[in-house]
């Protein structure tokens, strides 16, 4: 058996998950925490971007690319894909969605499917850190700032000393002419 086969029958969540349970409190207890869980993948699934504490959407975060992960490489076919489906999505159009929507838009994927990004804090004061965690190639607008850097000194610096070179250029090559 060669290295791919072997790739291939190793499950791989391309994010990194914290090794360390998180004690999220809950008053139903364990329990109480999962449905949270389940509430908070089919709610990402269904939007396709959501805002919530950070530590709860890391931990979704993971979840969410296993289950995306599995569909793509069992499809929907294989029975143990779909009970977790089933479980992890808790309205049924969110299954199909899961099949034909996000399955086609990831199958060449190589890189994760999600992204998690810091989000300012409402209230002054708050500890919790906000985030918002969204599905890669949604139809909402980036939330990345792209700053241009056009300004920097160093860029600034490099492009006069590119200036130069170009100046100096045709005087050296007239001087090798004569």
């Not at 979704?60 to 296993?66: D, F, K, L, P």
């Not at 700032?145 to 490099?158: A, E, F, G, V």
Request: aromatic fraction near 8%; charge should be positive.
């Amino acid at each position: 058996m060669n290295q791919a086969e072997i790739r291939k029958l190793i499950p791989a969540i391309r994010i990194a998950i914290h090794p360390k349970h998180r004690k999220f409190s809950n008053p139903k207890g364990p329990e109480g925490r999962l449905m949270k869980m389940r509430a908070t993948v089919s709610d990402l699934v269904k939007n396709e971007r959501i805002e919530l504490n950070y530590r709860r959407a890391d931990e979704a975060r993971g979840y969410a690319e296993r289950l995306i992960g599995d569909a793509i490489r069992y499809g929907d076919l294989h029975r143990p894909t779909m009970e977790m489906a089933t479980y992890w999505l808790t309205e049924k159009q969110l299954v199909h969605k899961l099949f034909k929507v996000l399955v086609p838009r990831y199958k060449d994927t190589y890189e994760s499917y999600t992204q998690i990004h810091k989000a300012p804090n409402i209230y002054p004061g708050c500890f919790y850190d906000r985030s918002v965690l969204e599905l890669k190639g949604n139809q909402f607008p980036s939330l990345q700032r792209r700053t241009s850097s056009r300004n920097w000194i160093q860029n600034i610096l490099l492009e006069e000393a590119r200036r130069e070179i170009i100046e100096k250029k045709p005087m050296i090559e007239n001087e090798g002419q004569d």
